[in-house]
């Protein structure tokens, strides 16, 4: 059973270790004597007897390796090994008078060599096993595993005891492969990077040692390149593969499949080992056509666009990374344009087709469709796929008609409504989409109008015309029945309205310019059947007396929808000639018309 103080002791000297080659790993004794004080007096004894050992024996010659690990890494994926290529850093100094005598730190360039095989003086090839990246150590060399009892040409003396401060930057083998680490993948993955793919991707480029030498974040602009076509170093088309849109990765590639002895630039020296995080942005195949994917179809459907057709749609507009660049819901207004007839970039042309009123769709654009190479300034980058989640509000064809559907229509219908006629009426005006623009039923006053006097738009009149009282419509008015190109107020230009209508109350109208018909023979003589006391003049009291008598009647007709009075008094003065407040015989005598030479009558 090991003693409680002599396991202290090993968990102080727990970085002195032996190896199998029999070299030696030898911790700095500094970092025990921090606790020296804490144990117990046994152990402190045994330490310090073994300090006593530790410290006449290092008077004595050298028989292996020393070596001080006095910066290890806290993580450490791997360790040299024999046979492995390293890239290191060193000061090499006597031991003796600690006098320099080589570094690669001066000459501005790591130290690049092959470990166990002969190719480093041995107190180097065995004490350079073991280390990580990033790590600091010192190894101290005995003259027998360094140049000897000759030294070398004469910077080094004979029977030298050799140190060297060694910082490792970098392993790899002949065997590696690219590493790949995935750090975040979505959810949804639709398709992969594959060889011939086009990507669009953003990356952080790091020596193994973790120092930067690229970014494509700091020149604010993605790596675009194809991939598998010997575009990129042979890891970045392998490490690539499989990539989803939005995937994190670290791909890390070894110097053979990099930059190899020549290196790159400044940055990246010969033999590197590249480190890169990866995310993906965007991925296409010049191959590719559209994606149309159909998220709302409304039933019901009885027309879909066509070449030629006008149309309204609302978008939200993304990258395949989700990234937005331009909505129209933020602007509140539509995009109109026509469908087939290069108005927009041609994918969306395509997309355009064969949609209904009300239809939500997410077309994929691939870029040889939408803006290509060259993107649209600082809003779309060159060579990117675009994603477009529209909804259709309305679309019409600059030849369409008034529609009219009769939804309900009395048994009993003894008149319908037409020209000069004036009509009460109900209705409800919506976009194509739903939204309600107005309704009757919010107004002060009942809505009425004498049909074509030009007092509702064209299309609303069409609908009005031919209903009988108690007949409901539903009416479709596209914009050049409506409202046109410049909309009005509340109503989008362009819009195709919506109506639903219902006759109310109908009173036959007379002809414009007009304010009295007969519906019948004339009397004939008039005067004396309109003198009604025979005293040879006519009054406006009389002559309303009797113009009222002939609607009772139904032999006569009033301009309907104004006040009877009113119209009256109007005919009235219009026949009295002489403006004396009385009409007479002769006041009613025909004239004629010089330019037809026809005999013409006023109202009367």
């Not at 006098?99 to 092959?114: A, L, T, V």
């Not at 990374?321 to 994918?347: C, E, H, K, L, P």
Request: charged letters at 25%; hydrophobic letters at 35%; proline letters at 6%.
């Amino acid at each position: 059973m090991v003693p409680d103080f002599l396991r202290s002791f090993s968990l102080h000297f727990s970085r002195i270790s032996l190896l199998a080659d029999g070299s030696f790993y030898r911790a700095s004794y500094r970092s025990c004597c921090s606790n020296f004080l804490k144990m117990d007096p046994t152990a402190r004894l045994v330490l310090f007897l073994l300090h006593v050992v530790t410290v006449t024996c290092s008077t004595e010659p050298l028989v292996d390796v020393v070596v001080d690990r006095y910066d290890i890494p806290k993580v450490c994926p791997r360790e040299v090994q024999t046979e492995d290529f390293i890239r290191y850093h060193f000061n090499g100094s006597l031991r003796a008078d600690g006098k320099k005598f080589d570094s690669s730190h001066d000459r501005g360039k790591p130290f690049i060599s092959q470990v166990g095989l002969g190719r480093l003086i041995t107190g180097m090839d065995r004490g350079l096993q073991g280390m990580c990246v990033n790590e600091r150590r010192r190894i101290i060399i005995p003259p027998h595993l360094a140049y000897g009892s000759v030294g070398t040409g004469g910077i080094i003396p004979p029977d030298a005891v050799l140190v060297y401060d060694v910082v490792l930057l970098d392993i790899w083998n002949t065997e590696d492969k690219v590493q790949i680490r995935i750090l975040k993948k979505p959810a949804r993955c639709n398709r992969t990077v594959v060889a011939s793919d086009f990507v669009r991707y953003h990356y952080n480029g790091t020596l193994l040692s973790g120092a930067p030498f690229d970014s494509s974040y700091s020149r604010n602009e993605t790596y675009d390149t194809y991939v598998g076509k010997g575009h990129l170093i042979k890891g970045m088309d392998k490490g690539l593969l499989g990539m989803c849109v939005g995937e994190r990765r670290v791909i890390i590639v070894p110097p053979f499949l990099a930059y190899g002895e020549n290196g790159s630039g400044t940055r990246i020296p010969p033999q590197a080992t590249l480190v890169f995080e990866v995310l993906m942005v965007d991925i296409f195949n010049p191959k590719d056509d559209l994606i149309v994917e159909v998220k709302e179809a409304p039933e019901g459907c009885t027309r879909r666009t066509v070449t030629g057709d006008y149309i309204r749609y609302h978008y939200n507009g993304t990258f395949q990374d989700g990234t937005a660049f331009d909505s129209s819901y933020q602007r509140n207004s539509t995009y109109n344009t026509y469908i087939g007839m290069g108005y927009v970039i041609r994918g969306m042309d395509k997309a355009l087709l064969g949609l209904c009123i009300g239809e939500k769709r997410r077309i994929t654009v691939p870029p040889h469709l939408a803006y290509g190479e060259d993107g649209v300034g600082d809003l779309i980058p060159g060579s990117a796929v675009l994603i477009f989640d529209i909804h259709v509000i309305d679309f019409h064809n600059p030849k369409d008609p008034v529609s009219i559907t009769v939804t309900h229509k009395p048994e009993e219908c003894k008149m319908t409504s037409e020209a000069d006629d004036w009509i009460l009426y109900r209705y409800n005006c919506s976009l194509m989409d739903g939204t309600l623009l107005y309704s009757s039923d919010d107004q002060n006053s009942p809505s009425t109008t004498t049909l074509a006097a030009n007092m509702v738009i064209p299309g609303l009149e069409k609908g009005l015309i031919g209903m009988c009282v108690g007949e409901r419509r539903e009416v479709i008015i596209p914009p050049h029945w409506g409202h046109g190109e410049s909309g009005a107020g509340g109503v989008p230009s362009s819009a195709v309205l919506f109506f639903e209508l219902e006759l109310v109350e109908l009173q036959k109208g007379v002809p414009e310019g007009f304010m009295f018909v007969w519906l019948g023979d004339i009397p004939d003589p008039l005067f004396p059947a309109m003198d009604l006391n025979g005293d040879k003049e006519v009054p406006l009291e009389e002559f309303s007396a009797f113009i009222m008598l002939q609607v009772e009647q139904g032999t006569g007709r009033l301009r309907p929808g104004v006040d009877s009075g009113s119209v009256i008094k109007d005919i009235f003065n219009n026949q009295d000639q002489n403006k004396d407040g009385k009409i007479v015989e002769d006041e009613l005598t025909p004239q004629v018309n010089e330019d037809s030479e026809q005999v013409k009558r006023d109202e009367l």
